[in-house]
């Protein structure tokens, strides 16, 4: 053989079937597994997002997807409110007030419940006892 030559070996492309289980949706007839829509809700992408990883319209998304999107949401709702209590249960005081004043309804305002009205005020000292006739 000459210098020139060169032999290759070609392969033929290896090609195989995979089922997939979903819901077929869109024009274009796609399968989309429902708890990828949930997995990706979960972890807070906005539904643009989802989109985009999908290949999907937002319109067909909210359409057909709509419960998985509404559990993900909730879902990472439910996880990011369970690590606030974690760290306000270690001691920050910060997270505290915070879900004191979110959760539980209350406020540093020094106002009445509804009326917004401020609280009552007297000028009499504590310390020295009063005597009503």
């Known amino acids: 053989m000459s210098d020139n030559v060169r032999i290759t070996a070609r392969r033929a492309p290896k090609t195989a079937i995979m089922e997939v289980e979903g819901r077929v949706v869109g024009r274009d007839k796609k399968i989309i597994d429902p708890n990828q829509v949930k997995i990706y809700a979960s972890l807070g992408c906005k539904d643009s997002e989802i989109c985009d990883l999908?290949?999907?319209?937002s319109n067909t998304l909210r359409y057909n997807f709509k419960q998985e999107l509404l559990a993900g949401k909730a879902e990472m709702c439910m996880s990011l409110r369970r690590k606030q209590f974690e760290v306000a249960m270690s001691g920050n005081a910060v997270m505290l007030i915070w879900l004191g004043k979110n959760?539980?309804?209350?406020?540093?305002?020094?106002?009445?419940?509804s009326d917004n009205a401020p609280?009552?005020?007297t000028d009499t000292d504590l310390t020295e006892p009063t005597i009503e006739e």
Do not use: M
């Open 119 to 121: 609280l009552p005020w």
């Open 54 to 57: 999908l290949g999907l319209d």
């Open 103 to 113: 959760c539980l309804g209350q406020s540093d305002q020094g106002t009445l419940s």
